[in-house]
């Protein structure tokens, strides 16, 4: 079964409005969980790291202000779209390793539509 | 840095026939490598994983590959493909501390029948 969760699967929302997505391992703890973003027919694009206690980690690129990261939890990270615009719509994707240097879980990803 | 190259971004074969989707990497470290399959509107589903034992990896689903550190290569085969394998594949490389997944940038296998 899923090792990694995601919720919700699927948003749509309008924009200016800001969307939070949660990402969850169910049954390890996880002190480092990835947020991922895939274009349509596109390959995944490392956002940033979240780091449970301290601040997420951002890529290159990545507004860190618009893409608002919070790992409260060793088994629960959220990322948070503020003020989504329509080029925000994408499929976002969180994974988690079991441990280090080893298998990353992924979740089944969060569809986001910004109308 | 890593890096990964996956040199088709479309394959296409026929059912029974045998499948090669290749990838090649940059690491400057022992790399561990992983194939994951992400089927239309799905999630991402792991294939077969090296990490440092046997060169010849098999994984789920028929699938293996085999590293080739002189050729940094980790080439994804199949025997014989079957409708429902139709799907992207990613080949993944780790970075220094195995934890952030460098991917590459996909092949879309299509199998004719």
């Known amino acids: 079964g899923a090792v990694v969760s995601q919720h919700p699967s699927r948003v749509i929302c309008k924009s200016g409005t800001s969307v939070k997505i949660e990402c969850r391992s169910l049954?390890?703890?996880?002190?480092?969980m990835f947020w991922y973003r895939q274009f349509p027919k596109k390959s995944l694009m490392l956002m940033a790291t979240s780091n449970e206690g301290s601040k997420a980690t951002y890529e290159q690129g990545v507004e860190k202000d618009k893409f608002l990261i919070n790992h409260a939890s060793l088994t629960l990270s959220t990322l948070t779209v503020t003020s989504a615009h329509p080029e925000d719509s994408s499929f976002y994707i969180c994974s988690a390793p079991r441990a280090a240097g080893g298998e990353q879980y992924f979740g089944p990803g969060t569809r986001l539509t910004v109308t | 840095a890593q890096s990964v190259t996956q040199l088709d971004s479309h394959v296409s074969v026929s059912e029974g026939t045998p499948v090669l989707l290749r990838c090649n990497y940059s690491?400057?470290?022992?790399?561990?490598l992983f194939w994951y399959v992400q089927h239309p509107n799905k999630g991402l589903q792991l294939l077969l994983k090296y990490t440092s034992a046997a060169t010849l990896v098999k994984g789920i689903n028929g699938f293996e590959a085999e590293f080739k550190k002189s050729e940094t290569s980790f080439h994804l085969t199949k025997p014989s493909a079957h409708m429902s394998d139709a799907a992207e594949y990613f080949c993944v490389v780790t970075s220094l501390y195995g934890q952030n997944f460098v991917f590459g940038p996909g092949t879309r296998l299509s199998v004719l029948p």
């Open positions: 049954d390890f703890q996880a002190t480092t």
């Open positions: 690491s400057s470290y022992s790399p561990s």
